[in-house]
Structures are given as C-alpha cells and as structure tokens.
C-alpha cells in the first residue's frame, strides 16, 4: 500500500476539508479504483457490497466513540 497523494490531499485541505475527512475520501477513491478494474461482474458487486458494509460498520463504531 502507498502513500496518498500530498498534492491531492492539500488540495482537499485548502478546501477546508479536514485530514481526517480528506484521507478517507482519497483512500475510499483508491480502493474504488481498484475495484473498478476487476473485470468479473459479479466479484465487482460482491467486493462492493462488502466494502460498502465494512465503512458503515466503521462508521458507526466512529459515532458511539
């Protein structure tokens, strides 16, 4: 795994979004690329899903914190 982009993260700072925030937009970005470029249709949706039910579950644990 590597770094983010210290440009595109300054650039989403500047914008007066937070780290936090910006460095889970960009690593979502990231693993959204990724994902796209699977080509079997129906391990794309599995991989999906799943991502998308791991970051709520974050989420949620982030809001009772």
């Known amino acids: 795994v590597g770094q983010l982009n210290a440009e595109e993260l300054f650039?989403?700072?500047?914008?007066a979004i937070s780290?936090?925030?910006a460095?889970?937009?960009?690593?979502l970005g990231f693993v959204n690329d990724l994902v796209e470029?699977?080509?079997?249709e129906?391990?794309?949706?599995?991989?999906?899903?799943?991502?998308r039910?791991?970051?709520?579950r974050t989420k949620a644990?982030?809001?009772?914190?």
């Open 53 to 56: 039910q791991a970051y709520f």
């Open 42 to 51: 129906k391990v794309k949706i599995f991989l999906r899903e799943h991502l």
């Open 11 to 15: 650039y989403m700072l500047s914008r």
């Open 23 to 27: 460095i889970e937009m960009l690593s």
């Open 61 to 65: 644990k982030d809001v009772q914190s």
């Open 37 to 40: 470029k699977v080509e079997n």
């Open 19 to 21: 780290r936090d925030q």
